[in-house]
């Protein structure tokens, strides 16, 4: 049986899940505490005590080298919804249109076959401040893709590490 979500007007995201490369200063700051895969499992515990489901937007270049991490959210797909982060974590605005393009196609493809879900939406990295100044949206349209969070949601929250 499927479970209820009583929260689905608030968004809660996950962001940089799997992630391997480029890391920020906080990133890096944070993995003085933990590595990315614990702070996960903690924020996920968090969000099952409480019945919340979330996103997970996933970076491609980590599905080879987290198998444990891999295998923790395939058993517990059905918690979550499972999108495109990128490939790594890019500066895609530094990007042309056309290597964005393939960078996100390759990691749309490896996230569905790896967690067999069909990707809907791509969430930039970086936040707004880095959208891309090529037509990310026509991007997205030839990936099949929505952008971002438009639409759907009352209040739109997300979790760094």
Same mark, same amino acid.
């Given at each position: 049986?499927?479970?209820? &979500? #009583?929260?689905?007007?608030?968004? %809660?995201?996950?962001?940089?899940?799997?992630?391997?490369?480029? /890391?920020? =200063?906080?990133?890096?700051?944070?993995?003085?505490?933990?590595?990315?895969?614990?702070?996960?499992?903690?924020?996920?515990?968090?969000?099952?005590?409480?019945?919340?489901?979330?996103?997970?937007?996933?970076?491609?270049?980590?599905?080879?080298? &987290? #198998?444990?991490?891999?295998?923790? %959210?395939?058993?517990?797909?059905?918690?979550?919804?499972?999108? /495109?982060? =990128?490939?790594?974590?890019?500066?895609?605005?530094?990007?042309?249109?056309?290597?964005?393009?393939?960078?996100?196609?390759?990691?749309?493809?490896?996230?569905?076959?790896?967690?067999?879900?069909?990707?809907?939406?791509?969430?930039?990295?970086?936040?707004?401040?880095?959208?891309?100044?090529?037509?990310?949206?026509?991007?997205?349209?030839?990936?099949? /893709?929505?952008?971002?969070?438009?639409?759907?949601?009352?209040?739109?929250?997300?979790?760094?590490?």
């Amino acid at each position: 049986m499927e479970t209820e &979500y #009583p929260c689905k007007q608030v968004e %809660i995201r996950c962001d940089d899940v799997l992630l391997l490369n480029n /890391l920020t =200063g906080s990133m890096k700051n944070s993995l003085r505490y933990n590595s990315f895969f614990g702070h996960f499992l903690l924020f996920d515990k968090f969000l099952e005590d409480h019945n919340l489901y979330c996103i997970l937007t996933v970076m491609a270049e980590g599905i080879a080298a &987290y #198998p444990e991490w891999m295998q923790y %959210i395939k058993l517990r797909k059905n918690r979550y919804t499972i999108e /495109l982060h =990128g490939y790594s974590h890019y500066y895609y605005k530094g990007m042309s249109e056309e290597e964005a393009y393939q960078s996100l196609s390759t990691a749309r493809d490896m996230i569905e076959k790896a967690f067999d879900v069909k990707v809907t939406r791509w969430y930039v990295p970086f936040g707004r401040l880095s959208f891309p100044e090529w037509d990310y949206l026509k991007v997205c349209e030839r990936l099949g /893709l929505k952008f971002h969070t438009r639409g759907g949601t009352t209040m739109h929250r997300y979790f760094h590490y």
